[in-house]
Nanobody, 115 residues
Framework: QVQLVESGGGLVQAGGSLRLSCAASGTIFSIYTMAWYRQAPGKQRELVAAITSERTTNYADSVKGRFTISRDGAKNTVYLQMNSLKSEDTAVYYC?????????WGQGTQVTVSS
């Protein structure tokens, strides 16, 4: 069974940084496209960043230049480095693993940016 476990969320001041981690188990991590989504209160869940098995990346316009997604195959982990955080980045951040028609989600980690 595929499991994704996020960590690294917390409270940070505007302008600060956080690094989120998502550890995968129960699957061949390297073949999955991995992504980070976020959902703020009262808003729909949105894609933040994604990375394919070939390490091709894409980002939401709102985070380009501030966030970096990466993956470590040896650790079966995907990361989201978040710099220059803004209050509007406050949300629950979710990790997703995708292959074909299958999608797996983590439980989410809260990121709160105080202004």
């Amino acid at each position: 069974q595929v499991q994704l476990v996020e960590s690294g969320g917390g409270l940070v001041q505007a302008g600060g940084s956080l690094r989120l981690s998502c550890a995968a188990s129960g699957t061949i991590f390297s073949i999955y496209t991995m992504a980070w989504y976020r959902q703020a209160p009262g808003k729909q869940r949105e894609l933040v960043a994604a990375i394919t098995s070939e390490r091709t990346t894409n980002y939401a316009d709102s985070v380009k230049g501030r966030f970096t997604i990466s993956r470590d195959g040896a650790k079966n982990t995907v990361y989201l480095q978040m710099n220059s955080l803004k209050s509007e980045d406050t949300a629950v951040y979710y990790c997703k693993g995708s292959i074909g028609q299958y999608n797996y989600w983590g439980q989410g980690t809260q990121v709160t940016v105080s202004s």
